[in-house]
């Protein structure tokens, strides 16, 4: 059962333009919730985090948004380059002090030039 | 100050050899975890050690796997016996103090094929 769902597998964006990455979680006991991004052959990155305190937090390029109340987030890059394209995971943990994350399977993002 | 260091980065094993797989956790940092990227999956949490002491394996299988963190030298996940199935890319992540997993700084992963 997966507690973490990344239900887009893709998605493709013109340099640019904004990028929204979704991610939907069914446990109730999260509360702290991360962006990785993957390339190839290289281990995860950390990006971005949120805590359900909050329902947006921003770094530069990147932002994300947490509607708890759906039980989703979302990662938003605007604007996007070709540098962002990757693997991108969504992540949950009970606590910014949790022993594990859930991750869901990733969302290959595409930015095209 | 190099980042979290795994080895071997690609490993292939035969049906029911052994596999040890090396991570070296950055400087200063004591907590080690373990994950597992099955093909078109996620990463699967596995263990999370501190030195000398396993804090959580609730994501380690029963048989075959093991972890270690030793008070020197790098942290080891040993499977034994390797089936087909254990193919996949392991990840080490490495932090430097207790539940700091949003600290945590990934390495680049072991490849390991059972073949």
């Known amino acids: 059962d997966q507690q973490v769902k990344q239900n887009s597998p893709s998605l493709s964006v013109q340099e640019g333009r904004i990028s929204i990455l979704n991610c939907d979680y069914t446990n109730s006991m999260f509360d702290y919730f991360l962006w990785y991004k993957k390339y190839p052959a290289e281990g995860p990155t950390f990006l971005i985090s949120?805590?359900?305190?909050?329902d947006k937090n921003e770094d530069g390029r990147f932002t994300v948004f947490l509607n708890k109340s759906a039980k989703h987030l979302s990662l938003h890059i605007v604007p996007s380059q070709p540098g962002d394209s990757a693997v991108y995971f969504c992540?949950?943990?009970?606590?910014?002090?949790?022993?594990?994350?859930?991750f869901g399977k990733g969302t290959t993002l595409s930015v095209s030039s | 100050n190099a980042g979290v260091m795994q080895n071997p980065r690609h490993l292939v094993r035969r049906r029911g050899q052994e596999a040890r797989l090396r991570c070296s956790p950055m400087k200063g940092h004591s907590h080690v975890y373990w994950y597992r990227q099955l093909p078109e999956e996620g990463l699967k949490f596995m263990v999370y050690?501190?030195?000398?002491?396993?804090?959580?394996e609730s994501g380690m299988p029963k048989e075959r796997f093991s972890a270690e963190f030793p008070k020197e030298g790098p942290s080891i996940l040993r499977i034994q016996q390797v089936v087909r199935g254990d193919s996949a890319a392991y990840f080490c992540?490495?932090?430097?103090?207790?539940?700091?997993?949003?600290?945590?700084?990934f390495g680049q992963g072991t490849r390991l094929t059972v073949v």
């Open positions: 992540a490495s932090s430097p103090k207790t539940g700091g997993h949003t600290e945590a700084f």
């Open positions: 949120i805590s359900s305190i909050k």
């Open positions: 992540a949950a943990s009970e606590g910014q002090a949790g022993t594990a994350l859930i």
């Open positions: 050690l501190q030195k000398e002491n396993i804090i959580d």
